[in-house]
């Protein structure tokens, strides 16, 4: 059974840059899509992006200037690198395991494994 | 930010059936399956429902999703005090290129 697994700083400074790291143990990574989600307090979902094991990414349109998501195999870990970060990034971070599959023109997507996730404080 | 809307809130007695609507447009839920997720306070969301109706291995088949046209729902039969939770429908959105979520709806068991 897949498990994922968060970490990194819990409080990062306005203007710099967010680095988050999810390890994947019980499978290997060279397969899925691997995805980050945020959570801002007493808010809703928020999809952030995604990476292929194969190494393309798709970022969610309002933060794509501002996102990098990463893959290192060797060590079954992918990454998230969020910059210029305002208090509005203030959140819980998720990943997840996702998989797509297309029939004709249709898209499902969707993630069945989530880390518990990581508060991320955007403070000075 | 959410471009699916969901009502903020639902309510039912132990036993009783509570439905959860979903509406969206023609790029996300109109072309695309829509997913359920059940987020139980102060845990990580878990996938409740895929492409529509399908519960993953260990969902309750008190739980039912469903879709037509830009509107999907999620069906919860039998309402338990463990089903307290906010829960959240996504699809992919064609126009955005991106996955959206809903903007959630709060369970609660009277």
């Known amino acids: 059974q897949v498990q994922l697994q968060e970490s990194g700083p819990g409080l990062v400074k306005p203007s710099e840059t967010l680095s988050l790291t999810c390890t994947v143990s019980?499978?290997?990574?060279?397969?899925?899509?691997w995805s980050w989600i945020r959570q801002p307090p007493g808010k809703g979902l928020e999809w952030i992006g995604y990476i292929y094991y194969s190494g393309s990414t798709n970022y969610n349109p309002s933060l794509k200037s501002r996102v990098t998501i990463s893959l290192d195999t060797s060590k079954n870990q992918f990454s998230l690198k969020l910059s210029s970060v305002t208090a509005a990034d203030t959140a819980v971070y998720y990943c997840?395991?996702?998989?797509?599959?297309?029939?004709?023109?249709?898209?499902?997507?969707?993630?069945?494994?989530w880390g518990k996730g990581t508060t991320v404080t955007v403070s000075s | 930010q959410s471009v699916l809307t969901q009502p903020p809130s639902a309510s039912g007695t132990p036993g009783q059936r509570v439905t959860i609507s979903c509406s969206g447009s023609s790029s996300n839920i109109g072309s695309n399956t829509v997913n359920w997720y059940q987020q139980l306070p102060g845990t990580a969301p878990k996938l409740l429902m895929y492409?529509?109706?399908q519960r993953p291995s260990g969902v309750p088949d008190r739980f039912s999703g469903s879709k037509s046209g830009t509107s999907a729902s999620l069906a919860i039969s039998g309402l338990q005090s463990e089903d307290e939770a906010d829960y959240y429908c996504a699809a992919w959105d064609d126009s955005l290129n991106g996955y959206v979520f809903g903007t959630g709806t709060k369970v609660t068991v009277l």
């Open positions: 997840a395991k996702a998989g797509i599959t297309i029939f004709g023109v249709v898209t499902s997507y969707y993630m069945d494994v």
């Open positions: 492409r529509n109706n």
């Open positions: 019980g499978g290997s990574i060279s397969s899925y899509y």
